[in-house]
Structures are given as structure tokens and as C-alpha cells.
């Protein structure tokens, strides 16, 4: 049996291959999938072969051909031995997988959706990085934030810190287009971060600075002028991954001075087993997730602007290459001819 896997076979190329499925192991499921969400910031650093994709590891030359894509959702096929939590039919949102029309995952990376709709429960693993990053900084119920950045991962925290009580809450961005779009999702303001005295604007906006900030450009700019506009004793949750260190902060005036705490958000910096106040596992997270669209409190599938069948995927991310307001977009795996 073959899959049709998208597929980075060099530096700023993709196209969908066939391939052979592989064969699942022990504690494995194997997942049909339906939907999958394009992480565009992580892909595109590894479709441009960036050597900064890895912060374990000191900087290292990109390996190709590379299989990215890991925010999914599908319907179980087949179960390795011992898996007794899915079965055949079951549908389920799937984190850690790649761009494979039949793709494996361990039960822990899958949680069951019933009848949801595999578009909301492909957003499900990629919105938990915001959600991660809006408990490390202990939001309180009425407390104001602000998110530096509005690609996918700033428009989620958007939506997320609006249903976790955050008020107001202001979104920045340099394009137009991105700043309208967060009002319409439910900023209270947006501002341009090169505007004349952005941050006295933002403070004026907070009522003398923002208690929470969301940093999801992943550029030095980006963080220092997010500082710009915290409240004294703010929390800056680093959720973008800045992939330069060629920046200087004046940390003096705009960490220490303030009493400001910057946390790391990557997504694998969080427990793996149990969740506590702040800390929540992925996999808890992902249930929160299931919860708050089930009872109607979030559709972030409604935030999706574009999707596409993966036979699109070449002319997609050569898209994703060069374009700086690339859209919330799917990959509709239903769609394969």
C-alpha cells in the first residue's frame, strides 16, 4: 500500500510523491488524515533550509529531503499491538505527524473528536502553542495583553486570550490587512509597531502598559518593542522562535528596571506526564482545546482563509517562500484525485 506524502526534496521546493506506508510498530496508530494545517513560520524555515529549525543542537547544515506538516486530523485505519484507546473508524486530532495521506502517530500525539469537524480539530495541536504561552504567564481574569505579530499563532492568541477574560487586548502589526483582521477577531485595538510612539500608544491604550505579552515574530525588533508596552512587573511569554541572535535589548531599562519576567513558550518546553496551575501537558491542552469548541466558546477553524487540495502543495509553498501576509491555510487531504 502507497501514501502520498508532500515532500521537501531540496531548498525552497516541495511536490507530493508517492510512497510506501510505513509499517506501524507496537503502541502505533496509523491515521487517514482529512485535514492538515500549515505551520508557516516552521515551514518555512525548513522549506528555506534553515540551520536554527533545531535549538537543542548548535546550528548544522539542513539535511534534505525533509517531510514537515504537524497539525492534523483524520480517522484511524489500523492500530499497532497493544493499543487498546483507538480503534478503525475512530476520528481523532492528531499532533507530531507529517504531510502523509497515511500517517503514523503514537497514541499519545492523538486524542479522540467525535463528531467535530476534522477543520477545527486540524487547529487544535497548533493552537495549544499560544494557549501554552497565555498559562505560563498567569493571565488573570481582566488583566490586559498584547501580541507582537499576527500570522497564525498571534491571531489564535488573539482569539484566546479574548475568551480567557484578557482586556483589552491589543494586536500589532506592521500590514494593514493583518491589523483589520485582528479587530475583526476580537482585538480591542491594533496598532502598526513603527508607528511614531507605538508604545506610549499602547500604554495609553492598557491604562499604563500591558500585564501580558505574546511575542510570536520571532525577530529581535519584535521583542524589544513588545517591552516597550509592558505594565511594571509585566510577563512576556517568547512564543516566536528568534532564529537570529543579532539583536541588543537594553534589558537594564526594559527587563530589569520594570521587574519585567520573559518566559520561554517553546511548545516542548511544558510537562509531558501531569499537568499543574501554568503547566499543562500537550495533551491537556489539546482537550481544552476539544472543550472550549464543543460548548461553542471557539471556532478556529473560522479563522482559516485558504485550502487546498495537496496537489497544490508545490505552487503553495512557493508561496509560502516569498509572501509576508501568507494566509491561515489547510491542506484537504479529501480532496486527493
Known sequence: MRSRNIVFPERGRAELI?????EIRAGEVLVHLAVSTTSSGTERANLLGSDTVDWTAPPKEAVFPKHLGYCSSGTVVSVGEGVTEFRPGDRVACAFGQYREYCRFQTKNLIHIGDLPFEEAATFFISVFPMAAIRKCRLE???SAVVMGQGILGQFAVVLLKAAGAVPVVAVDPMPEKRARALELGADYAFDPYEPDFGKKVKEATGGGANVGIEVTGIGAGLDGILDCMALKGRVALLGC?????FTIDYYRKVHGPGITLIGAHTNARPTTESSPGWWT?????LAVKRLTEYGRLSLASLVEETSSPEQAPEIFQRLAVERAFPIHQFDWRRLK
Open 18 to 22: 508517492e510512497e510506501e506506508i510505513q
Open 141 to 143: 481574569l481582566g488583566e
Open 242 to 246: 528568534t532564529r537570529s541572535s543579532d
Open 282 to 286: 500537550q495533551r491537556d491542552d489539546m
